[in-house]
């Protein structure tokens, strides 16, 4: 449905919203920098996998994954863009989506883009 509403607003038909529920090495490296940084603690982590029967290993993906969804909530999809995308369209999407009532998170500080 938000692919379609995206479409319908003049987005391109080869810009993509894909689902995001595969845990990954991403998972565990967010959930590191979370730690490090002090947003999440790794009592915590392990606190969340004793209850949920989840490894604790700050490795496993999987752990990591539902860790992070617990805290900060489920990622709906990912954002694909041609590699030839006008500059203006990341900022029509996010508007779009905000529009709609999600929030637009960069992958690379993991903080909403306005």
């Given at each position: 449905m938000l692919q379609q509403k995206l479409w319908e607003k003049?987005?391109?038909?080869?810009v993509f919203i894909g689902l995001s529920e595969i845990p990954s090495e991403t998972h565990c490296e967010i959930l590191n920098l979370n730690i490090q940084s002090?947003?999440?603690t790794e009592d915590s982590f392990k606190e969340f996998c004793l209850i949920h029967g989840l490894p604790d290993n700050l490795q496993s993906k999987e752990?990591?994954?539902?860790?992070?969804?617990?805290?900060?909530?489920?990622?709906?999809a990912w954002i694909h863009l041609p590699?030839?995308?006008?500059?203006t369209l990341l900022p029509l999407i996010v508007k779009i989506i905000s529009e709609?009532?999600?929030i637009?998170?960069?992958?690379?500080?993991?903080?909403?883009?306005?």
């Open positions: 003049v987005v391109p038909r080869d002090g947003r999440l752990s990591a994954a539902k860790f992070l969804e617990y805290m900060r909530g489920r990622p709906l590699i030839d995308a006008e500059p709609l009532g999600h637009v998170i960069d992958p690379d500080n993991m903080t909403p883009i306005n």
